[in-house]
Protein backbone atom coordinates (compact mmCIF):
# COMPACT_ATOMS: atom_id res chain seq x y z
CA UNK A 1 0.00 0.00 0.00
CA UNK A 2 2.93 2.64 0.43
CA UNK A 3 4.29 1.64 -2.72
CA UNK A 4 0.74 2.92 -4.09
CA UNK A 5 0.22 5.95 -1.66
CA UNK A 6 3.16 7.85 -1.17
CA UNK A 7 3.49 8.13 -5.18
CA UNK A 8 0.07 9.45 -5.38
CA UNK A 9 0.64 11.83 -2.64
CA UNK A 10 3.89 13.07 -4.36
CA UNK A 11 2.33 13.36 -7.73
CA UNK A 12 -1.08 14.84 -6.11
CA UNK A 13 1.20 16.77 -4.65
CA UNK A 14 1.00 20.05 -1.55
CA UNK A 15 -0.79 22.67 -3.41
CA UNK A 16 1.74 25.28 -1.80
CA UNK A 17 4.73 23.34 -3.68
CA UNK A 18 3.20 22.62 -6.89
CA UNK A 19 2.29 25.84 -7.44
CA UNK A 20 5.98 26.98 -8.39
CA UNK A 21 7.89 25.50 -11.31
CA UNK A 22 10.85 24.87 -8.72
CA UNK A 23 7.93 22.83 -6.67
CA UNK A 24 6.80 20.96 -9.22
CA UNK A 25 10.22 19.60 -10.58
CA UNK A 26 11.08 18.22 -7.35
CA UNK A 27 7.66 16.69 -6.72
CA UNK A 28 8.57 14.94 -10.34
CA UNK A 29 12.19 14.20 -9.71
CA UNK A 30 10.88 12.73 -5.79
CA UNK A 31 8.47 10.15 -7.63
CA UNK A 32 11.42 8.94 -10.31
CA UNK A 33 13.71 8.37 -7.51
CA UNK A 34 11.12 6.77 -5.58
CA UNK A 35 10.37 4.34 -8.34
CA UNK A 36 13.25 4.25 -10.34
CA UNK A 37 14.77 0.95 -7.92
CA UNK A 38 11.51 -0.75 -8.73
CA UNK A 39 11.29 -0.28 -12.46
CA UNK A 40 14.94 -1.57 -13.07
CA UNK A 41 14.35 -4.58 -10.31
CA UNK A 42 11.06 -5.43 -12.50
CA UNK A 43 12.52 -5.13 -15.75
CA UNK A 44 16.32 -6.98 -14.68
CA UNK A 45 13.94 -9.99 -13.73
CA UNK A 46 11.31 -9.84 -16.86
CA UNK A 47 15.02 -9.92 -18.70
CA UNK A 48 16.17 -12.87 -16.53
CA UNK A 49 12.83 -14.78 -17.54
CA UNK A 50 13.04 -14.38 -20.83
CA UNK A 51 16.82 -15.33 -21.13
CA UNK A 52 15.98 -18.70 -19.75
CA UNK A 53 13.09 -19.83 -22.08
CA UNK A 54 14.76 -21.63 -24.23
CA UNK A 55 11.98 -24.38 -25.61
CA UNK A 56 10.45 -23.61 -28.74
CA UNK A 57 6.74 -24.44 -29.08
CA UNK A 58 4.59 -24.02 -32.33
CA UNK A 59 5.64 -23.31 -35.70
CA UNK A 60 5.78 -20.45 -37.71
CA UNK A 61 4.06 -17.25 -36.42
CA UNK A 62 2.40 -19.43 -34.01
CA UNK A 63 6.36 -20.43 -32.52
CA UNK A 64 6.90 -19.09 -28.91
CA UNK A 65 9.60 -19.43 -26.22
CA UNK A 66 8.38 -21.38 -22.57
CA UNK A 67 10.47 -22.48 -20.07
CA UNK A 68 12.65 -25.54 -20.67
CA UNK A 69 11.26 -28.81 -18.70
CA UNK A 70 13.51 -28.85 -15.72
CA UNK A 71 12.49 -25.74 -14.81
CA UNK A 72 8.50 -25.92 -15.88
CA UNK A 73 7.07 -29.20 -18.15
CA UNK A 74 4.23 -27.39 -19.45
CA UNK A 75 5.71 -25.55 -22.23
CA UNK A 76 6.68 -29.35 -23.45
CA UNK A 77 3.51 -30.84 -22.46
CA UNK A 78 2.00 -28.77 -24.66
CA UNK A 79 4.52 -29.26 -27.32
CA UNK A 80 4.48 -32.72 -26.55
CA UNK A 81 0.71 -32.90 -27.25
CA UNK A 82 -0.31 -30.58 -30.26
CA UNK A 83 2.34 -32.37 -32.16
CA UNK A 84 0.94 -35.85 -31.30
CA UNK A 85 -2.90 -34.44 -32.66
CA UNK A 86 -1.08 -33.23 -35.57
CA UNK A 87 0.07 -36.72 -37.31
CA UNK A 88 -3.44 -37.72 -36.70
CA UNK A 89 -5.91 -35.96 -39.16
CA UNK A 90 -9.07 -38.20 -37.89
CA UNK A 91 -8.79 -36.34 -34.33
CA UNK A 92 -11.10 -33.89 -36.01
CA UNK A 93 -11.89 -32.04 -32.52
CA UNK A 94 -10.29 -32.06 -29.32
CA UNK A 95 -11.32 -31.03 -26.22
CA UNK A 96 -8.52 -30.29 -23.22
CA UNK A 97 -9.35 -30.73 -19.88
CA UNK A 98 -9.51 -28.90 -17.52
CA UNK A 99 -8.15 -26.25 -19.64
CA UNK A 100 -5.72 -26.24 -23.05
CA UNK A 101 -7.45 -24.02 -25.64
CA UNK A 102 -3.97 -23.42 -26.58
CA UNK A 103 -3.54 -26.67 -28.24
CA UNK A 104 -6.72 -26.56 -29.79
CA UNK A 105 -5.42 -23.49 -31.67
CA UNK A 106 -2.19 -24.70 -32.26
CA UNK A 107 -3.03 -28.43 -33.46
CA UNK A 108 -5.40 -26.47 -35.35
CA UNK A 109 -8.28 -28.86 -33.94
CA UNK A 110 -12.00 -27.22 -32.91
CA UNK A 111 -13.47 -27.91 -29.35
CA UNK A 112 -17.04 -29.37 -30.34
CA UNK A 113 -17.84 -28.02 -26.67
CA UNK A 114 -18.26 -23.84 -25.95
CA UNK A 115 -16.32 -23.51 -22.47
CA UNK A 116 -12.44 -22.82 -23.34
CA UNK A 117 -11.97 -24.58 -19.80
CA UNK A 118 -13.91 -27.43 -17.53
CA UNK A 119 -14.01 -26.43 -13.97
CA UNK A 120 -15.24 -23.61 -11.48
CA UNK A 121 -18.23 -21.80 -12.58
CA UNK A 122 -18.92 -23.93 -15.96
CA UNK A 123 -19.14 -26.66 -13.83
CA UNK A 124 -20.50 -25.50 -11.25
CA UNK A 125 -24.11 -27.08 -9.51
CA UNK A 126 -25.78 -29.28 -12.30
CA UNK A 127 -23.75 -27.72 -15.46
CA UNK A 128 -21.27 -30.38 -15.17
CA UNK A 129 -23.90 -32.99 -15.74
CA UNK A 130 -25.63 -30.63 -18.54
CA UNK A 131 -22.50 -30.43 -20.51
CA UNK A 132 -21.51 -34.19 -19.93
CA UNK A 133 -25.16 -34.81 -22.12
CA UNK A 134 -23.78 -32.08 -24.65
CA UNK A 135 -20.41 -33.61 -25.06
CA UNK A 136 -22.07 -37.54 -25.48
CA UNK A 137 -24.36 -35.80 -27.97
CA UNK A 138 -21.77 -34.39 -29.95
CA UNK A 139 -18.19 -36.43 -28.68
CA UNK A 140 -15.06 -35.34 -29.78
CA UNK A 141 -12.33 -37.20 -31.74
CA UNK A 142 -9.91 -37.21 -29.02
CA UNK A 143 -9.38 -35.74 -24.88
CA UNK A 144 -6.79 -34.65 -23.84
CA UNK A 145 -6.30 -34.34 -19.76
CA UNK A 146 -3.61 -32.38 -18.91
CA UNK A 147 -1.87 -31.08 -15.84
CA UNK A 148 -3.53 -27.49 -14.43
CA UNK A 149 -3.16 -27.06 -10.70
CA UNK A 150 -6.59 -25.81 -9.43
CA UNK A 151 -6.03 -25.79 -5.87
CA UNK A 152 -6.32 -21.93 -6.13
CA UNK A 153 -9.88 -23.21 -7.11
CA UNK A 154 -10.11 -24.87 -4.31
CA UNK A 155 -9.54 -28.47 -5.94
CA UNK A 156 -7.40 -30.75 -4.92
CA UNK A 157 -8.22 -33.17 -7.31
CA UNK A 158 -10.21 -32.52 -10.49
CA UNK A 159 -12.43 -35.69 -9.71
CA UNK A 160 -13.03 -35.15 -6.24
CA UNK A 161 -16.55 -34.33 -6.59
CA UNK A 162 -19.33 -33.76 -8.72
CA UNK A 163 -19.14 -29.82 -10.10
CA UNK A 164 -15.48 -30.08 -10.20
CA UNK A 165 -14.87 -32.65 -12.77
CA UNK A 166 -15.89 -35.98 -11.54
CA UNK A 167 -19.34 -36.54 -14.14
CA UNK A 168 -16.56 -35.95 -16.96
CA UNK A 169 -14.61 -38.33 -15.48
CA UNK A 170 -17.12 -41.20 -15.31
CA UNK A 171 -18.24 -40.23 -18.90
CA UNK A 172 -14.56 -40.53 -19.77
CA UNK A 173 -14.02 -43.70 -18.29
CA UNK A 174 -17.17 -45.33 -19.70
CA UNK A 175 -16.72 -43.81 -23.28
CA UNK A 176 -13.25 -43.16 -23.85
CA UNK A 177 -9.44 -45.37 -23.90
CA UNK A 178 -6.07 -43.56 -22.81
CA UNK A 179 -3.71 -44.34 -26.05
CA UNK A 180 -0.82 -42.13 -25.17
CA UNK A 181 0.34 -40.53 -22.29
CA UNK A 182 3.63 -39.00 -21.05
CA UNK A 183 4.71 -38.19 -17.62
CA UNK A 184 2.29 -39.21 -14.20
CA UNK A 185 -1.35 -38.62 -13.76
CA UNK A 186 -2.85 -35.24 -15.88
CA UNK A 187 -5.71 -34.73 -13.21
CA UNK A 188 -3.77 -35.04 -10.13
CA UNK A 189 -2.60 -31.98 -8.60
CA UNK A 190 0.61 -33.86 -7.05
CA UNK A 191 1.97 -35.45 -10.36
CA UNK A 192 2.56 -33.45 -14.14
CA UNK A 193 1.48 -35.23 -17.24
CA UNK A 194 -0.88 -35.17 -20.10
CA UNK A 195 -2.59 -38.17 -22.47
CA UNK A 196 -4.60 -39.02 -25.72
CA UNK A 197 -8.06 -40.37 -25.21
CA UNK A 198 -9.91 -41.87 -27.83
CA UNK A 199 -13.33 -43.38 -27.99
CA UNK A 200 -13.45 -47.06 -27.44
CA UNK A 201 -13.97 -49.47 -30.08
CA UNK A 202 -17.46 -50.51 -29.09
CA UNK A 203 -18.46 -46.23 -29.15
CA UNK A 204 -19.98 -44.74 -32.35
CA UNK A 205 -17.09 -42.36 -34.05
CA UNK A 206 -18.18 -38.42 -33.80
Not at 68 to 96: C, F, K
Not at 120 to 127: F, N
Not at 160 to 166: D, I, L, M, P, V
Not at 177 to 195: C, F, K, M, R
Request: charge should be neutral; glycine fraction near 10%.
Amino acid sequence: MAGILIPAVLLAGPGWICSTAWGKRVLVSGVILLIAPGVCQITARSHELLRVKTLAVGDGRDRFLAFPPELNSVGELVRLTTSALQLHPEDRTVIVIPEGIMINYLARRPSPAAPFVFYAHVTAGEREAELVRLLEQNPPSCVVPISRDLREYGIERYDEKYGSGRAILEWLIRDYETVASVGGGPLDNSQVGAALLRPKASQPGP
